[in-house]
């Protein structure tokens, strides 16, 4: 379980659809959160930002971000989507990343309808609520 001190990061590859919805949902809970990408999008994909809105949290400002090693290090936990695997994260970053690192694998929104955001914005929120 979470405490208050502890600080998470989630990362995907272009931190446009769920890290930034993982990061909201934390924060809403009054987490120390932050996301990012390791490739990062321009900017952050718009049927995640309609599905958000319908849970009343806008990410119609937010911006995709660049995974950095300071990041890595100021996080208690890091909960990667998708860029576990060395192809999407750089080999020294990953290697940062195995002491506290949780793989939630999930579908990636990009191309997806908005039921499909849906379903994956509610397992992440899910997944929030069980840190």
């Given at each position: 379980?979470?405490?208050?001190?502890?600080?998470?990061?989630?990362?995907?590859?272009?931190?446009?659809?769920?890290?930034?919805?993982?990061?909201?949902?934390?924060?809403?809970?009054?987490?120390?959160?932050?996301?990012?990408?390791?490739?990062p999008a321009t900017t952050v994909n718009p049927v995640v930002v309609r599905a958000m809105n319908e849970k009343g949290i806008?990410?119609?400002?937010?911006?995709?971000?660049?995974?950095?090693?300071?990041?890595?290090?100021?996080?208690?936990?890091?909960?990667?989507?998708?860029?576990s695997v060395e192809e999407a994260c750089p080999r020294p970053m990953l290697a940062k990343m195995q002491k506290k690192l949780?793989?939630?694998?999930?579908?990636?929104?990009?191309?997806?309808?908005?039921?499909?955001?849906?379903?994956?914005?509610?397992?992440?929120?899910?997944?929030?609520?069980?840190?």
């Amino acid at each position: 379980m979470a405490k208050l001190e502890d600080s998470f990061l989630f990362v995907c590859v272009h931190n446009a659809g769920r890290s930034q919805m993982a990061e909201a949902f934390a924060r809403r809970r009054g987490l120390k959160a932050d996301s990012a990408g390791t490739m990062p999008a321009t900017t952050v994909n718009p049927v995640v930002v309609r599905a958000m809105n319908e849970k009343g949290i806008d990410l119609s400002s937010s911006k995709p971000k660049l995974l950095t090693n300071e990041m890595i290090n100021k996080a208690t936990l890091v909960v990667t989507m998708g860029c576990s695997v060395e192809e999407a994260c750089p080999r020294p970053m990953l290697a940062k990343m195995q002491k506290k690192l949780v793989d939630w694998d999930l579908d990636d929104p990009k191309g997806k309808t908005i039921e499909e955001v849906r379903e994956i914005r509610d397992e992440i929120e899910r997944r929030v609520a069980a840190l």
